[in-house]
């Protein structure tokens, strides 16, 4: 989020084409400071934050609230009439705008949730509470999904295939492209992909609000909006999150921290489906200490346990992409929703047996992944990820913990746990 309130700022003195169209312009000067973009930005952070696990309604509700009472406290903002107009009124309606406010404003969504199912429902509800024509709500789900791909690590070529299909924006054009006849224009449709554009060749977060500012337009939002993205995809240099934090007022510190902390919760959350798979591991212990493995069936009757009550495994994985880049998919996202979406994710294969066969990694615990070389994981249901297995015919099965007490459990006895589970919930097979 700070990432679009520092892009807005950058970019304030140069709205209304003043920017010279060039990337060489100073960062900050005595004009530089927040506008609408940001306290429409924090006013909507403010909101989601506080109507987590809420029900739709609920949510639109507290966004009118939250936006009338963050716009009402800064009515020198730099709003644009129809949303002065409603700011300021007593009806909160939707007025129909396609304006570039629903994407300027919509970045919590792309933090916040943990499917690009999620984000893109949460980012419509944002921009519809006033920009409900379909133009508005799409700039909005665009730039949300965009920080979420780029968030989980996604490339650049794969978010813009995703923008390109999803959302039917061009990204075909270059800056160089859109830069001579680009204008001051505050419609979704000819602001969301010249930001989408910048950010794609930028080459770190600066030269991203550079490339952004150097287009001209409606530069703050251009900007809010690229540097939205670009902090998801290469964080934000400390000096400038600093430079930031003190430019703008305390209350809008405080939003931020709150919706840093509601992140780092959610986060926490998650991790609680490994919680309980210490039974796992000592079931492993055991059936490896037994004499001949005779605790098999136990072994198999704990995994199946955990299954049903819900637990989840660390999984590591990768990108063959041809880049190698790492990507991390999402925590509660069905297996084949998650392949759906990224075409390029595979699972890291880190062991072979001595008989030359290929074996799939799972850790129960953060602290079994920390035994060994680092590697990106990803929180996925065992039911998720040994469904998934079983149709990899070429895996000879999981291999368990491999930096600590490990175990391989073949293809065919995943099948039996999954026929297992399937047969009536655990009658026997």
Same mark, same amino acid.
């Not at 004009?31 to 403010?46: K, Q």
């Not at 709003?79 to 994407?103: H, M, Q, T, V």
């Given at each position: ?66 936006? #009338? ?61 006033? *920009?409900? *024509? ?21 490339? #650049? ?26 204008? *001051? ?84 959350v998650r991790t609680d489906g490994l919680r309980g798979n210490s039974i796992i591991e000592r079931a492993i212990e055991s059936y490896c200490g037994s004499e001949e493995h005779k605790d098999i069936l136990e072994l198999l009757s704990v995994i199946w346990g955990r299954m049903t009550d819900g637990g989840y495994l660390l999984v590591p994985v990768y990108d063959l992409n041809g880049d190698d880049e790492i990507v991390v998919v999402s925590n509660n996202v069905s297996i084949e929703e998650s392949f759906f979406v990224r075409r390029d994710v595979h699972y890291k294969m880190q062991t072979m047996s001595n008989d030359g066969k290929v074996w799939l990694v799972a850790y129960t615990s953060i602290g079994e992944s920390e035994k060994g070389d680092p590697s990106t994981l990803v929180s996925m249901p065992i039911s998720s990820f040994l469904r998934a297995a079983v ?39």
């Open positions: 989020m700070i990432g679009a309130i520092l892009g807005d700022i950058i970019g304030s003195p140069y709205e209304f084409d003043m920017g010279g169209k060039t990337k060489d312009f100073p960062l900050f000067s005595r004009s530089s400071g927040f506008t609408d973009d940001s306290v429409m930005t924090v006013a909507v952070a403010d909101a989601l934050v506080k109507t987590l696990g809420k029900t739709d309604g609920e949510i639109r509700n507290a966004l009118v609230k939250s936006m #009338k009472l963050w716009g009402r406290k800064y009515p020198d903002a730099g709003y644009g009439y129809r949303f002065c107009k409603w700011l300021s009124g007593e009806k909160n309606d939707p007025y129909g705008s396609y304006g570039n406010g629903s994407a300027m404003r919509v970045s919590a969504a792309g933090w916040l949730y943990d499917s690009l199912q999620e984000t893109r429902h949460y980012a419509g509800i944002t921009a519809a509470v006033t *920009h409900n *024509h379909p133009e508005g709500i799409k700039g909005a789900e665009a730039v949300a999904s965009a920080i979420y791909m780029s968030r989980k690590g996604m490339t #650049k070529a794969a978010i813009k295939d995703y923008i390109t299909q999803e959302f039917g924006y061009d990204l075909s054009r270059t800056c160089d492209e859109i830069r001579p006849g680009y204008h *001051h224009v505050e419609s979704c449709m000819e602001t969301v992909p010249e930001a989408i554009t910048a950010f794609i060749e930028g080459e770190d977060f600066e030269d991203v609000i550079r490339t952004a500012v150097s287009l001209g337009g409606d530069c703050d939002t251009l900007t809010c909006i690229a540097g939205s993205i670009a902090e998801a995809f290469y964080g934000i240099p400390k000096e400038l999150e600093e430079k930031c934090l003190a430019m703008i007022p305390e209350d809008f510190r405080n939003v931020i921290a709150g919706f840093n902390l509601a992140r780092k919760q959610a986060v926490e149709k990899m015919k070429e895996k000879a099965g999981v291999f368990f913990n491999p930096w600590g007490t490990s175990i391989l459990i073949p293809m065919e006895i995943i099948e039996v746990i999954i026929a297992f589970d399937t047969n009536d919930n655990g009658k026997e097979v």
